[in-house]
């Protein structure tokens, strides 16, 4: 007895469906000589989808299964026909899905839903699994029938298997339900024209189509029966038409599927290719299941964005550990002793000012200048969080580059080791004004003369260049220090990076990132030649807009 519940009666007439605003082709409505083959092709649509087919009326009853929803959940047979579809949820979803769905089928629109969603389904033994749903609707006899696309993300690689596996089976289904296919032939059609976010192919020998549906059809404008018999290849963009023709190809040539990804543009689109037999067991035709996964390649793209930036940030979080632990040990352990000592001096009886001066004054020295790279780290760990959070902005200002060199030499005298010297030195007209960020200018010669000065021997010259060039100015500094390892220049700028013949000299590894950003900041250049043992020449080249 045929299932009243079941919209297999009434939808076609005259080449159109009562129900469905879209033409249905004449080429391809069933008679009596052709009814047995689109049978066929409907039941192959439907049960060689790769992914989970569920089709259900307005109450949430489940009409229609395909091979995929019983294998994905656990069922046989028609097992969950007639159930209500909150049998797949678990239980803790299964009251407010009621709720859900009865606002759907009030509103009913095309929905995909899964990314950036926590969606759950579960099998027939209980265990669960996440997913990702389509849905659509459609109207046939007068009732509303949704259509959702469930596909299970934990197994994506094992569509082809399954696949292969219909395949196999799948003549003795054809021949098992041929009278379920002529009373259900409509449906499949309705199910075929709605399959959502892709299309449904079935190609001859040349390439031609001789089926195709789906959503994306009507998305361009495209009916089906302006395309049947046409190319499908020349359709296609001319980068991607010999990879497909290959691919198709190989199935006709004896390969029983194929399942591959196609990107063009910035569109992305999962395929999967199954040969369709004749009754001599001779591939005639096959079937190309098209589907858009643009949104899913952009979402898996950005969980790989940000898995890859907390790995940065993570490695980040523990070479600042490393180095701070260091760097801040190593100051506060010579301001501790050199004190302790001061103090000793003062304590004792026979001590007196002269005495107290003289033994005291290496030791306030050396607490000076630890506190001053103290202040040198936590200036670059401010300067740096102000850039990651992008509150540093350019305020350009007039002033004499001559006179602020030499006020910065000045400054920096403390800094220079025994013999060391800063020489100054002009080039072209490098005494007029220039019109820049002072202040921006100001650290980030002042974190190249310090790095000069740390990585430079005692006794040595130090190399302040100044120039005007066209439409700007140049700076070098140059020093005669240990210079940079051949294998450590490409890592220079990175954050906390340390060359490895300075791992023994106090810096926190932010100072040269700092400059670049600056210097970028300021729309100009930075630039280093540099030899180990021999020294370090660094250039800059900024734009100069006198007013």
């Not at 299964?65 to 097992?79: H, I, Q, S």
């Not at 009251?95 to 769905?101: C, D, F, G, L, Y």
Request: aromatic share 8%; hydrophobic share 35%; net charge negative.
């Amino acid at each position: 007895m045929k299932d009243k519940s079941l919209p297999n009666e009434g939808l076609m007439r005259e080449g159109k469906t009562l129900s469905s605003p879209y033409y249905v082709s004449p080429s391809i409505m069933p008679d009596k000589n052709l009814g047995e083959d689109i049978n066929q092709v409907y039941r192959l649509l439907f049960e060689t989808a790769a992914e989970s087919l569920l089709v259900v009326d307005k109450t949430g009853l489940i009409q229609l299964v395909n091979f995929r929803t019983n294998e994905m959940f656990g069922y046989e047979g028609k097992e969950l026909i007639g159930k209500p579809m909150e049998v797949l949820l678990p239980d803790k979803y299964r009251h407010s899905h009621v709720a859900n769905r009865d606002s759907y089928t009030k509103h009913p629109k095309r929905r995909s839903m899964g990314m950036g969603m926590d969606l759950w389904a579960k099998r027939k033994d209980g265990t669960e699994f996440p997913v990702e749903v389509s849905l659509n609707h459609f109207n046939a006899n007068d009732r509303l029938f949704v259509m959702a696309l469930v596909t299970d993300i934990t197994e994506r690689r094992k569509a082809e298997n399954d696949i292969r596996k219909l395949n196999e089976e799948l003549e003795d289904r054809v021949e098992k339900r041929t009278q379920e296919l002529e009373e259900s032939q409509k449906l499949y059609k309705i199910v075929a024209r709605n399959f959502p976010d892709g299309t449904i192919n079935v190609f001859d020998k040349n390439l031609n189509y001789v089926f195709v549906e789906g959503m994306e059809l009507f998305k361009y404008g495209v009916t089906s029966e302006k395309l049947v018999g046409t190319s499908y290849i020349k359709r296609l963009p001319e980068e991607v038409r010999d990879f497909m023709r290959d691919k198709l190809m190989e199935v006709f040539e004896g390969s029983n599927n194929s399942a591959f990804e196609v990107s063009f543009k910035d569109r992305h689109y999962s395929m999967n290719v199954v040969a369709l037999h004749n009754t001599e067991g001779n591939i005639e035709q096959i079937l190309l299941v098209e589907r858009d996964s643009t949104l899913q390649k952009k979402g898996e793209e950005e969980i790989r964005k940000t898995l890859e930036k907390e790995m940065q940030l993570n490695e980040l979080k523990s070479r600042f550990v490393s180095m701070a632990s260091h760097e801040f040990r190593t100051p506060l352990g010579a301001i501790l002793s050199s004190t302790s000592l001061i103090e000793e001096y003062l304590d004792r009886k026979d001590s007196t000012i002269d005495f107290v001066r003289e033994k005291s004054e290496k030791h306030i020295k050396r607490i000076k200048s630890s506190i001053g790279n103290l202040i040198s780290i936590l200036n670059d760990f401010l300067s740096l969080e102000k850039l990651e959070q992008g509150k540093i902005e350019l305020h350009p200002a007039l002033f004499n580059l001559t006179e602020f060199s030499k006020e910065l030499i000045e400054e920096m005298q403390p800094l220079l080791k025994k013999g060391q010297k800063i020489e100054f030195i002009n080039k072209g007209d490098a005494n007029g004004e220039v019109f820049i960020d002072q202040q921006m200018f100001r650290n980030v010669i002042f974190n190249l003369l310090s790095n000069a000065i740390k990585y430079s021997p005692e006794g040595s010259i130090i190399e302040f260049c100044a120039e005007d060039i066209a439409g700007g100015i140049e700076i070098l500094v140059r020093d005669h220090g240990m210079g940079i390892p051949e294998e450590d220049k490409t890592h220079l700028f990175e954050r906390f990076f340390r060359a490895k013949n300075a791992t023994n000299v106090q810096g926190t590894g932010l100072g040269l990132n700092i400059v670049k950003r600056y210097i970028d900041l300021m729309d100009g250049s930075i630039t280093f030649t540099s030899k180990e043992g021999e020294g370090t020449t660094f250039k800059i080249s900024l734009k100069n807009t006198k007013q």
